[in-house]
């Protein structure tokens, strides 16, 4: 089956920071690959994707790039800041003629301090 | 558009009572999921729609899990009867198809005592 495995959290870092979280995926297919951010207190919404191989997905100053050859789509940004208190979701979708159900992983908590 | 819409916002219900959760999605949405948050089980995906239909739902828990969706504007999630450990964050989402970004309501936080 179609499984994405997260890197365990929570994450705690200092403001300006460089930030990587690590998301393999397990797919029957070619999937296509998200990252989903949830602030505390509201749900969730897409904050980058990709949708091919070597695809490189950004927003926000966040990027991921979609290996095929390791299965990965690591989260990376160069400096977080405050605002960047949050928990990540790496996600994936396969259409499966009348299946596209995305497959979460478990969420990474991060935490950025002043 | 005002995004996708979820009441109630939170609801404390007793043991036993039925809890029944709204959702309204952006409109032109052929697919409508709903999901389940918890600590321990992390996002779980009880049931999703495609045009009204249910396609998949495999995730309802148990038989006093129900969903519908009567028309492309509503759909209810009802728990009858509930138990405390129904307690959970329970999330409505909408997607113009299957391969794009899902957008999700802001939530029902559910506890039953």
């Known amino acids: 089956g179609n499984s994405v495995t997260q890197m365990e959290g929570p994450v705690t870092l200092s403001e300006e920071a460089f930030l990587t979280i690590n998301c393999t995926y397990t797919?029957?297919?070619?999937?296509?690959l998200f990252w989903y951010v949830q602030y505390p207190g509201e749900g969730l919404q897409l904050l980058l994707k990709?949708?091919?191989?070597?695809d490189k997905g950004s927003n926000k100053g966040f990027e991921a790039t979609y290996r095929k050859e390791t299965t990965s789509f690591h989260l990376e940004k160069g400096s977080v800041q405050v605002s960047d208190s949050a928990v990540y979701f790496c996600a994936l979708v396969i259409s499966n003629f009348g299946n596209e159900k995305l497959t979460f992983g478990t969420g990474t908590r991060l935490t950025i301090i002043p | 558009d005002a995004g996708v819409i979820q009441s109630p916002r939170h609801e404390v219900t007793e043991m036993g009572q039925e809890v029944t959760l709204r959702c309204k999605p952006i409109?032109?949405?052929?697919?409508l999921f709903w999901y389940r948050q918890t600590m321990m089980r992390g996002l779980e995906l009880l049931i999703y729609?495609?045009?009204?239909?249910?396609?998949?739902d495999s995730g309802m828990p148990e038989d006093r899990f129900s969903a519908k969706m009567p028309n492309a504007s509503f759909s209810t999630l009802k728990i009858q009867p509930s138990e405390p450990r129904d307690s959970a964050v329970y999330f409505c989402a909408s997607s113009p198809l299957p391969l794009y970004e899902q957008y999700f309501g802001p939530g029902t936080r559910l506890t039953v005592t």
């Open positions: 409109s032109g949405h052929d697919y």
């Open positions: 990709a949708t091919k191989a070597d």
């Open positions: 797919a029957t297919g070619y999937p296509s």
């Open positions: 729609f495609n045009n009204n239909v249910p396609i998949d």
